[in-house]
Nanobody, 116 residues
Framework: QVQLVESGGGLVQPGGSLTLSCAAS????????MNWYRQAPGKERELVAT????????NYADSVTGRFTVSRDNDRNTVYLQMNNLRPDDTAVYYC?????????WGQGTQVAVSS
């Protein structure tokens, strides 16, 4: 079955960096675009970054452009989110996501907290 497992979250000080990973299984990873979303307490889930199947095209939310970088390794079935210059308003649960046909799959999420 399709599984998405995020890891790499934690507590970091403002200005710090984290790299999130999402390990995928149960489908032909290299054929599908992947997305990172986040949900802060009391807020709706928002799209953070998207990467195309081959990794040649990426898109970012305005709030993270220039600070976050999405990448993927199709040999390892893993998508990454490098987060630099983190701010307190980046605090959220981060999820990876993909859509296979009509079905959308989510991981369980990984918590990122940015605080001094």
């Amino acid at each position: 079955q399709v599984q998405l497992v995020e890891s790499g979250g934690g507590l970091v000080q403002p200005g710090g960096s984290l790299t999130l990973s999402c390990a995928a299984s149960g489908f032909m990873f290299r054929l599908y675009a992947m997305n990172w979303y986040r949900q802060a307490p009391g807020k709706e889930r928002e799209l953070v970054a998207t990467i195309s199947s081959a990794g040649r095209s990426t898109n970012y939310a305005d709030s993270v452009t220039g600070r976050f970088t999405v990448s993927r390794d199709n040999d390892r079935n893993t998508v990454y989110l490098q987060m630099n210059n983190l701010r307190p308003d980046d605090t959220a649960v981060y999820y990876c996501n993909t859509k296979l046909g009509r079905i959308i799959y989510w991981g369980q999420g990984t918590q990122v907290a940015v605080s001094s």
